[in-house]
């Protein structure tokens, strides 16, 4: 079975820094999706940035990009020049064409003005 | 465009009671699924569907039961509610199983429920 996990639970960044968050996964598929989802206090679940495993470029969305590690499933997400409005829940997620997406435990990310 | 419509937004139960909880969609999206999220655990699948007349069981289905009659909707029952099922429930939809998957997923915007 796939397993994502998200070893902090919690993560602070002072306003216009960058911070990481990390996330490994588990699986035996070669090609499969992961993504990022941001859960703000609204609850609403947004997805921010997604990644192909069969594409060796890392994905970039503004000021959200991520260090894609395939031989070590690792897939961390980094937000530059954070901002108030960055602080939510994240979630990383996996999924293979034929499955389900499989969330992690979540990061709260807080941005300190 | 509505996207993914869930109601009610919360809700207060009874040990014992049933209740359903509605989740529409208006992309003509062929898969759909019900998770729960719990602190410290992500979101967990209860439940999904490929296409109407068809549902399977997630990780954590015991206590819920879905119908798929509709391409649009894809309602939850709880059918005797447990305190262990206060959560926060979300409906997702997406384009297909086996279709753009790099898409993701579209979510509600959430169900809290209490069971007291």
């Known amino acids: 079975a796939q397993t994502v996990t998200q070893s902090q639970p919690e993560m602070s960044v002072q306003e216009a820094e960058t911070v990481t968050l990390s996330c490994t996964y588990d699986?035996?598929?070669?090609?499969?999706?992961l993504f990022w989802y941001k859960q703000p206090p609204s609850r609403q679940m947004i997805l921010v940035i997604r990644?192909?495993?069969?594409?060796?470029q890392n994905a970039t969305e503004n000021r959200f990009s991520v260090n894609f590690q395939k031989a070590a499933k690792s897939f961390s997400l980094k937000i530059s020049d954070s901002q108030l409005g960055d602080a939510a829940m994240y979630f990383c997620?996996?999924?293979?064409?034929?499955?389900?997406?499989?969330f992690g435990e979540g990061t709260q990310l807080t941005v300190n003005p | 465009n509505a996207g993914v419509t869930q109601t009610p937004k919360f809700q207060v139960l009874k040990t014992g009671q049933s209740m359903t909880l509605q989740c529409a969609q208006d992309?003509?999206?062929?898969?759909m699924s019900w998770y729960r999220q719990d602190p410290g655990m992500g979101l967990r699948l209860i439940h999904y569907?490929?296409?109407?007349?068809?549902?399977d069981q997630g990780e954590v289905p015991n206590g819920y039961n879905v119908s798929r009659s509709t391409t649009e909707d894809f309602p939850l029952r709880l059918l005797s509610a447990a305190p262990s099922q206060t959560s926060v429930y979300f409906c997702?939809?997406?384009?297909?199983?086996?279709?753009?998957?790099?898409?993701?997923?579209?979510f509600g915007q959430g169900t809290r429920l209490t069971v007291v």
């Open positions: 997702a939809s997406s384009y297909s199983m086996y279709g753009p998957t790099a898409l993701g997923a579209f």
């Open positions: 699986t035996s598929e070669s090609d499969y999706y």
């Open positions: 990644q192909e495993a069969y594409k060796q």
């Open positions: 997620a996996y999924k293979t064409s034929g499955s389900r997406l499989t």
């Open positions: 992309m003509n999206h062929e898969y």
């Open positions: 569907s490929v296409g109407a007349g068809i549902t």
